[in-house]
């Protein structure tokens, strides 16, 4: 969120009419809302910039990062430009996963997706479903809702490193303390849904060879940074 709220408030004072910036920060609703207003009455303007631009990103990352965004102009004069994020638990460890190549966690992104979609259906409808199939289902429905708002922030952070070129991302998951052990049910549940896979139980594909190192490498890191350690990049 520091991010985001360095992003918009440079917008304002690069691009304001005067001293006066105001910051308003309030939570609602498990939703973080944070308002940045100026006396400019102008409101943004989301640019395009070029692959070897340094400028003009700034409405592209909030875009990106924030669950919601927007610009009002003020009845006094000026405007407001805010976003809002997932409100963070004051228990919250912050879990970092380093140098992971953008690549593999997009791909990583996308199975898990497509396996965790299938699962889902599959509890609506449970006719026909093995019980492991019809386990995994209302497994993947608490799982899936619990962290829904990291595995989008850390893919949306992943889709913009794409697409300004890099080859690695480092990710920062802000995980509630007390769901260290739902991160790591999550991975588990992903292993026994690819057996289903290769069983040809499940239409998705098994995540590949690669994807699934991944996978169990996030699973460790979580339980390492959980326990006091420091963070270890990815490295295959």
């Known amino acids: 969120m520091r991010l985001l709220v360095s992003e918009v408030v440079t917008n304002a004072v690069l691009y304001g009419v005067g001293e006066s910036i105001e910051v308003d920060v309030r939570c609602d609703h498990g939703r973080l809302r944070v308002e940045v207003g100026d006396p400019n009455p102008s409101l943004p303007i989301r640019r395009r910039p070029g692959p070897g631009s340094t400028s003009g990103?700034?409405?592209e990352l909030v875009d990106v990062l924030?669950?919601?965004w927007g610009a009002d102009p003020l009845e006094r004069g000026g405007k407001v430009v805010w976003f809002?994020?997932?409100a963070a638990d004051a228990r919250t460890v912050p879990i970092f996963l380093l140098a992971i190549p953008v690549h593999l966690f997009v791909r990583h992104?996308?199975?898990?997706?497509?396996?965790l979609h299938e699962l889902r259906l599959r509890g609506l409808d449970n006719n026909?479903?093995?019980s492991a199939s019809a386990r995994l289902s209302q497994v993947a429905a608490e799982l899936a809702d619990?962290?829904?708002p990291f595995h989008h922030g850390a893919l949306a952070a992943a889709e913009l490193a794409r697409r300004r070129g890099q080859e690695a991302v480092d990710l920062?998951?802000?995980l509630p303390s007390h769901d260290g052990q739902s991160a790591i049910e999550l991975m588990t549940m992903l292993g026994e849904a690819d057996e289903l896979c290769r069983l040809g139980q499940l239409m998705a594909l098994p995540a590949p060879g690669d994807v699934a190192i991944l996978r169990r490498?996030?699973?460790a890191e979580v339980v390492r940074q959980l326990a006091g350690e420091p963070p270890n990049p990815y490295r295959g």
Do not use: K, T
């Open 57 to 59: 990103r700034g409405l």
């Open 66 to 68: 924030a669950l919601a």
């Open 84 to 86: 809002e994020v997932v």
């Open 109 to 115: 992104a996308m199975q898990m997706d497509d396996v």
């Open 128 to 130: 026909g479903s093995s």
């Open 146 to 148: 619990a962290f829904a």
């Open 172 to 174: 920062e998951l802000p």
């Open 217 to 219: 490498w996030v699973a």
